[in-house]
């Protein structure tokens, strides 16, 4: 499975964006796509997960309420709505897919590239 994922940018405090993470090469609805993101000198960090039919969401607390999750398994893309966005959200943004919803990077099998977002105060 490849991963590509966009939709970054440089936004203002409050802002919103959306990335996208788009599937190819194999059967996207056997897995789950989580969302990670790094920030420079820090730890890959998890975000967001959505199941592999979208069923069950997860999130971290501290994008909970202001991020959503979601999947069109029609489009092989998976979305991260991002709102209320804040400098300390200034990260790359990776997507990633494995065969279980977790919040550990090493559960996941494939990684796309990364897009940065950037969020002025």
Same mark, same amino acid.
């Given at each position: 499975?490849?991963?590509?994922?966009c939709g970054g940018g440089l936004v203002q !405090?409050?802002?919103?964006? #959306?990335?996208?993470?788009? *599937?190819?090469?194999?059967?996207?609805?056997?897995? %789950?796509?989580g969302w990670f993101r790094q920030a420079p $000198?820090?730890? #890959?960090? =998890?975000? %967001?997960? /959505?199941? #592999?039919?979208?069923?069950?969401?997860?999130?971290?607390?501290? /994008?909970? $309420? +202001? =991020?959503t999750i979601s999947r069109d398994n029609a489009?092989?893309? /998976? &979305?991260?709505?991002?709102?209320?966005? +804040?400098?300390?959200?200034? %990260?790359? &943004? &990776?997507? *990633? *897919? $494995?065969?279980? !919803?977790? /919040?550990?990077?090493?559960?996941?099998?494939?990684?796309?590239?990364?897009?940065?977002?950037?969020?002025?105060?």
């Amino acid at each position: 499975v490849q991963l590509q994922a966009c939709g970054g940018g440089l936004v203002q !405090a409050g802002g919103s964006l #959306r990335l996208s993470c788009a *599937a190819s090469g194999g059967t996207f609805s056997n897995y %789950a796509v989580g969302w990670f993101r790094q920030a420079p $000198g820090k730890e #890959r960090d =998890f975000v %967001a997960v /959505v199941s #592999r039919y979208g069923a069950m969401t997860y999130y971290a607390d501290s /994008v909970k $309420g +202001r =991020f959503t999750i979601s999947r069109d398994n029609a489009k092989n893309t /998976v &979305y991260l709505q991002m709102n209320s966005l +804040r400098p300390e959200d200034t %990260a790359v &943004y &990776y997507c *990633a *897919a $494995g065969g279980s !919803a977790s /919040v550990h990077p090493k559960s996941y099998d494939y990684w796309g590239q990364g897009t940065q977002v950037t969020v002025s105060s």
